[in-house]
């Protein structure tokens, strides 16, 4: 019975593998091509309602190196969710391949829910490996050159990743995450064990395009595909911030190890996001910057190092995963600045809806999902005394918000060009009726997730129980 909790693993892992042996075999027959992304969609929300009906089975498998409990069904459903809406709100005539570009959200979830259930330093490096590894594919199918750059930032992170995980393995004597926690209790806080944990973490934020070590991740999302722009701001980026969780629950025992290096990247992020959106006119830079404003208030909720900041931190990773994997893939192929919104309002207001919501979410506007995953961080932030870090979170909403106004002024207000209102015109995402339904279910589920803000944030909180916090 236990083993069941693999089903949804097992079924997006296998979509994912019929999809990409599709090709050599032939390719998907021309027939089945147009209900291909209705079809997918399906199987991912099939593997979501799994997820949730076995979320209460508690299991360990491989000898502890998968784990089910609350923070992974809590992760996974997150991320499936995310992939499912990105899949059905998508604009697939902007898309280079049919196949491979259903093939990697699927492999990036996969890798997202492996790093989710990790027991120990193995299965996490491999889950966000195989969700960094999918980015890198779909963003070089279109962009060789970005893809290439992404690849070699990829290196050295893993390097980086790859030393941190070395030291603590010598200084808990363990791979296991639950055992190496106890050992470390005993460990002093020393500058020998400081330094390669800063290059983890370091690591880290390159790989989840953390300010100042989004260099590499933001440009190659300007230039891929939506879905590929949606993989690197969300899913990657879930994969990363998944393993930041699950290792500052590990050094939970010696907080001073992490806390100094959190609080000033997650300051530097939260204003300097806010600062860039607010500078740049193109919607999916915006929108980039955006999330990584929002990414730093994951990493300030971690800076608590205790059960209420890491609750606020996993519940604002499920808002951010839904509204960074989502807001490429709803806003189609627009290029350019902000003009490419224009009129979009008048003449597509299902998907100006959607991009209109994510925005707003990712600026942390009420009552939409991410307003409430900051608030809660916020008021971590404010028991543990941090009363520096929470006035630059604050700033950093302030200019994300005002950055949001600009984008609103031109969905709404603006006039659209007149190449865009003839038939067939340009400048516009095609209007089918699945993308019509995504992109009105992305509205719906971030609003919801904000409405239930009080349920899911316990459900949070118990994911961070369920990773040793009190």
């Not at 593997?47 to 000898?63: I, K």
């Not at 990105?86 to 699927?106: C, H, K, N």
């Not at 607010?278 to 990414?295: D, E, I, K, S, T």
């Not at 007149?418 to 993308?435: F, V």
């Amino acid at each position: 019975m236990r083993s069941l909790v693999l089903v949804p693993e097992g079924l997006v892992a296998a979509t994912a593998f019929l999809l990409l042996v599709s090709g050599p075999l032939g390719g998907v027959p021309r027939s089945l091509r147009p209900y291909l992304p209705g079809l997918v969609t399906l199987v991912v929300l099939v593997a979501l309602v799994a997820e949730l009906w076995m979320g209460g089975t508690l299991a360990s498998l491989f000898g502890g190196g998968f784990v089910q409990d609350r923070f992974s069904v809590f992760v996974k459903a997150a991320a499936l969710l995310a992939a499912g809406t990105a899949i059905a709100a998508a604009d697939w005539s902007a898309e280079d391949s049919l196949s491979v570009g259903l093939a990697m959200p699927l492999l990036a979830v996969f890798g997202v829910m492996v790093a989710a259930s990790a027991g120990d330093f193995v299965g996490l490096w491999a889950g966000l490996e195989l969700a960094a590894a999918a980015g890198v594919v779909l963003v070089g199918l279109r962009r060789p050159d970005l893809g290439l750059r992404l690849l070699v930032a990829g290196g050295v992170a893993t390097a980086l990743l790859l030393v941190g995980f070395a030291y603590l393995y010598a200084t808990a004597g363990t791979a296991d995450f639950v055992t190496g926690r106890g050992l470390l209790r005993s460990v002093a806080p020393t500058l020998p064990l400081a330094i390669p944990l800063m290059l983890l973490l370091g690591g880290l934020a390159v790989r989840a395009g953390l300010a100042p070590f989004h260099l590499a991740s933001v440009p190659a999302s300007l230039g891929a595909t939506p879905l590929g722009a949606g993989l690197l701001l969300g899913l990657v980026a879930a994969a990363s911030l998944v393993a930041a969780i699950k290792i500052a629950a590990l050094l939970s025992p010696v907080p001073d190890l992490l806390t100094p290096y959190l609080a000033v990247v997650a300051g530097v992020a939260m204003v300097s996001g806010g600062l860039a959106a607010l500078a740049v006119r193109a919607p999916r830079a915006r929108l980039a910057y955006l999330a990584v404003g929002q990414v730093g208030w994951v990493a300030a909720g971690l800076a608590t190092h205790y059960r209420g900041g890491v609750g606020g931190a996993i519940f604002m990773l499920g808002a951010l995963t839904l509204a960074a994997t989502c807001g490429p893939a709803v806003m189609g192929a627009v290029e350019g600045g902000e003009a490419s919104l224009a009129g979009m309002g008048t003449l597509r207001p299902a998907r100006a809806l959607g991009i209109a919501v994510v925005f707003l979410s990712l600026a942390g506007a009420p009552p939409l999902a991410g307003f409430f995953g900051e608030f809660a961080v916020a008021a971590a932030l404010a028991q543990s005394g941090q009363f520096g870090l929470l006035a630059l979170g604050v700033l950093g909403s302030l200019l994300s918000l005002a950055a949001v106004l600009g984008t609103l002024r031109v969905l709404y207000i603006q006039s659209p060009p007149e190449e865009a209102r003839r038939p067939g015109g340009t400048g516009m995402p095609a209007l089918t009726l699945l993308s019509t339904a995504g992109a009105v279910g992305l509205s719906a589920v971030i609003v919801a997730y904000g409405v239930f803000a009080n349920p899911i944030l316990g459900l949070a909180y118990q994911g961070a129980e369920a990773l040793g916090l009190r």
